[in-house]
């Protein structure tokens, strides 16, 4: 047994021997051609030879080359350095690399590019690759750039760190944005897309708005022009509750303009011609842009005849001499003109021209007073609406004429110091007034219109210029008008006499009811007092009641007098019987009364009776000689009494007369002026 075992130990050291052997072998190998060249074995077969060759080896057989052998260098991938020369290695690798953390935004350097990617070296182990449409912002980006990147993963399922410029650029973009802000930086921007009243911006990855008033200082036609171009920009405002940012292009350069025209002002003077540049066209004038600084052209000193809109006379981007009328060093306005440097057309009017004389011209302007008339090229007159017709009834200018008339004028006034002319056209025709005594003599009738109306009258125009008033007490026979609109209607056509002419005020009275004759000669006949007729109430006044008699004759009744016999007051629209109290043919007056007929029916049955019984008893007894006579005492009475009325009733109509003369006074007092 002891030699079996001696046997079985010598056999393992044999193999020992072997195994050191090969180990010795394999360590000068990994000398030889180094570490890298070392074939990776797995761990689990490591492990299991290990093992194997740990078992193998018996504890107390050594040889001395094992025992100098790192087994646990071995175990590590081969290592062939110390531990001290492991840690200064490992120091100074570590000292190379960049701690990183993910989430983290860091500064990277761009390294390479191509056209689709960007590697950037952000100093860690591996470089990161971004796409190259997160920098389509900025154009200029070059191989050494530092650029931010956000870092999302550092190493993926290939090993590969993933960076975002974008995510970087949003994450930051706020603070940068109001670090711009707060420091007046220049910042660049992408112009993405065109939208209403601007552009919109990509600034550091925030979608700024830049107004179509901030692209430049001349007004912009064609925005789409700007877009997709990158620009400098200054942020001019920041809205942090809507998250909204405001950019200016504009602002960059108008502090150059700016002392451009403190330059420019400074060598300006008044009367001074310079060349400009048409910048922009309103409605009220032209502005001109003379090197740096704006000047207006006023509408009115664009050109000496009348114009309606600039286009008329300028375009844009034109190149034209000004002069400067006017500027403001304060407010830097310049005030030009253009047609200054022409001559005035009053300067060079026909001298034979004169009043009396007839021009043509065209209707320029139109205004409710009148018209003006370009004579020539910036030589103007007025043709009041008074001087358009020698009718008394004022109109408006635009009955006449409009704008782009052709029209012959006589000139009525001409001050060539004061530039002013004054036209008529009714002069062209003959006045109306100078034969009107043989054409419309007193006492001729003919057709008038009706213009106006008053309460004291209807004002007619029998020809343009020729005006007369019919009274309203010329109007009719019969009927009491209170207001012509009751006779007649504006613009109708009605028939007229002439009674009286004025031809120093230029007036004539008319009248309408002398047409016929005067028809209460005949009603004196027929309307005799006491005389009973038939008759309709056709209005009813607190004062009494108008009746309708027959021949279209009118008579009043009081309200006493329309009671009825049995005691109840006549209405409106009923048909009774009226008996002639008063019949009065100068002021053409018939009083009326319906109770009276039976009142005196009454009277004269009674007095008949009271007749009767005085016979009867007058045959029965004689009558004293000294009896009173009470009869014709009240006869006597009664007939001073009636004296009295008839003389009241005389001056009433007297009083009457002279109140009627005195309107129509008025009516004419009225109708001159």
Known sequence: ?????????????????????????????????????????????????????????????????????????????????????????????????????????????????????????????????????????????????????????QEDKKGQLILSHKKARALRSWDRVNAALENNEIIKGFIKCRTKGGMIVDVFGIEAFLPGSQIDVKPIRDYDAFVGKTMEFKVVKINHEFKNVVVSHKALIEAELEQQKKDIISKLEKGQVLEGTVKNITSYGVFIDLGGVDGLIHITDLSWGRVNHPEEIVKLDQKLNVVILDFDDEKKRIALGLKQLTPHPWDSLDQNLKVGDRVNGKVVVMADYGAFVEITTGVEGLIHVSEMSWSQHLRSAQEFFKVGDTIEAQILTLDREERKMSLGIKQLKPNPWENVEQKYAIGSKHKAKVRNFTNFGVFVEIEEGVDGLIHISDLSWTKKVKHPGEFTNINDDIDVVVLEIDKENRRLSLGHKQLEENPWDVFETIFTPLSIHEGTIIEVMDKGAIVALPYGVEGFVTPKHMVKADGTHAKIDEKLDFKVIEFSKVNKRIILSHSRIFEDAKKAEEGAKRTGEEISYKATKKPKSNMEKTTLGDITDLAAIKNEMVENEKKVEMHEDDIQDNEKKIANNQSEE
């Open 1 to 153: 047994m002891a030699e079996k075992k001696s046997e079985h130990i010598t056999h393992d050291s044999e193999n020992v021997s072997e195994k050191e052997q090969q180990i010795t072998d394999s360590l000068e190998e990994i000398t030889e051609t180094g570490i890298e060249e070392i074939e990776e074995v797995p761990e689990e077969e490591e492990e299991e030879n290990i093992e194997e060759e740990v078992d193998i080896i018996p504890l107390k057989v050594k040889s001395t080359q094992l025992n100098e052998f790192d087994w646990s260098n071995y175990s590590k991938k081969g290592n062939v350095y110390s531990e001290s020369e492991k840690n200064n290695f490992e120091s100074k690798y570590n000292k190379t690399l960049s701690t990183i953390v993910e989430n983290q935004v860091i500064d990277g350097t761009v390294i390479s590019m191509n056209k689709r990617e960007v590697v950037i070296n952000i100093g860690y182990k591996s470089e990161g690759v971004v796409s190259l449409n997160e920098f389509r912002y900025n154009p200029d980006l070059k191989t050494g750039d530092t650029v931010e990147v956000y870092i999302e993963s």
